[in-house]
């Protein structure tokens, strides 16, 4: 009789034990998803550092919830925290299969590095996002966000910053040829790669294109008028064209005198003035 009443007894105990557990797990699951819902909100309402501490709330309950790291990552870069948007972003990476989020979290982290200086790094990063591009179908929602041009567009900068102009000609050549509203950076970008290997015809030409898209952009104005002094055996007509790009430029952006200066100092030297 004793055995079978502490059987019974201990099976009343563990079913309670069981049904208090999962209620406690359902409790716990319930509060990491207010915990990130909260995140989220004051994501939005741009409050990024009080995000991240929602966040880590969050992941201090459950360490392998995805969504968690994620809005963790996305507020700690949005408040300059890049070295903990990196920490997010690989946890997230470690945590998930998915090809097509992969896609995306490999983009954003290649970001952080980038920001970090860590070109490297982001270049790798990027490359990977790349690669997850031509091999898998990656979903719509993730293509809104960035897509593979958009990329090329963030690895060929990484490329320039390194000096490996042929690299960023390559990617930056994909980029422009794209139809984003951000194609006039790429245009500059391309135009300081090629002068970068002293390709002064096609940096002209990228320069031009990007002027031609935002006219109102002083630094490119600068830049033109910089090549058309700095290349070899600058004409007259160059002369010319450079001291009215020079004049433009100012006319767009007044705090862009100094640099003017700067340019506008080496006309005499080419004018015999």
């Known amino acids: 009789m004793m055995n079978r009443a502490w059987v019974l007894a201990m099976s009343v105990l563990l079913s309670v034990w069981v049904s208090v557990s999962c209620s406690n797990r359902e409790k716990l699951e319930e509060q990491v998803h207010r915990l990130v819902d909260l995140s989220r909100e004051q994501y939005a309402a741009k409050d990024y550092e009080t995000a991240v501490t929602s966040a880590e709330k969050a992941l201090a309950i ?36 998915d090809k097509s989020l992969l896609y995306g979290v490999y983009g954003l982290r290649g970001n952080e590095y980038d920001t970090l200086g860590d070109f490297a790094a982001a270049i790798a990063d990027y490359s990977t996002a790349l690669e997850l591009a031509r091999t898998t179908d990656i979903s719509d ?16 900068l990484a490329f320039l910053r390194t000096n490996q102009y042929t690299e960023a000609i390559s990617d930056l050549s994909i980029a422009v040829a794209g139809s984003r509203s951000n194609a006039w ?33 002083g630094d490119a104005h600068l830049e033109l008028a910089d090549i058309l002094l700095t290349r070899p055996n600058p004409s007259t007509k160059d002369v010319r064209e450079a001291q009215i790009l020079i004049a433009r430029a100012v006319e767009l952006d007044p705090q862009l005198s100094e640099e003017a200066t700067e340019i506008r100092d080496k006309l005499p030297q080419l004018t015999g003035e």
């Open 62 to 97: 459950a360490p392998d919830y995805i969504y968690a790291h994620l809005s963790c990552g996305f507020a700690a870069s949005q408040s300059s925290n890049h070295a903990r948007a990196v920490t997010a972003y690989t946890a997230a990476i470690s945590l998930t299969d």
């Open 141 to 156: 929602e993730q293509l809104a966000i960035r897509t593979p041009d958009d990329l090329h567009s963030s690895r060929g």
């Open 185 to 217: 950076h790429a245009w500059g970008s391309l135009c300081l790669a090629y002068r970068g290997i002293e390709d002064w015809d096609n940096a002209i030409l990228a320069i031009k294109r990007c002027i031609e898209i935002e006219e109102e952009t």
